[in-house]
Nanobody, 116 residues
């Protein structure tokens, strides 16, 4: 079974940094692009970033461009999201997401709260 386990969230002050990790299992990790998606209370999901299967291609939402960096380690079956210069509006539950043949898989999410 596909499993996606996100971790690394927490409470951070505005301007601070966090690194999220998502450990994957149950599929051939190096064959698939991976994404981070976030959802703030009362809002719909927002795709934050996507990385290609080999890690050479990345895309970012305009709202995080220049502040967040996605990366992956195919040897460890893990995708990361390094977040810098965090803002209160970055507060959300962050999920890693996988799509295989049109079916979406989401991890359980990790909560990021940016507040002073």
């Amino acid at each position: 079974d596909v499993q996606l386990q996100a971790s690394g969230g927490g409470l951070v002050q505005p301007g601070g940094s966090l690194r999220l990790s998502c450990a994957a299992s149950g599929f051939t990790f190096s064959s698939y692009a991976m994404s981070w998606v976030r959802q703030a209370p009362g809002k719909g999901p927002e795709r934050v970033s996507t990385i290609s299967n080999g890690g050479l291609s990345t895309t970012y939402a305009d709202s995080v461009k220049g502040r967040f960096t996605i990366s992956r380690d195919n040897a460890k079956n893990t995708v990361y999201l390094q977040m810098y210069s965090l803002k209160p509006e970055d507060s959300a539950v962050y999920y890693c997401k996988l799509v295989i043949f049109g079916r979406e898989y989401w991890g359980q999410g990790t909560l990021v709260t940016v507040s002073s």
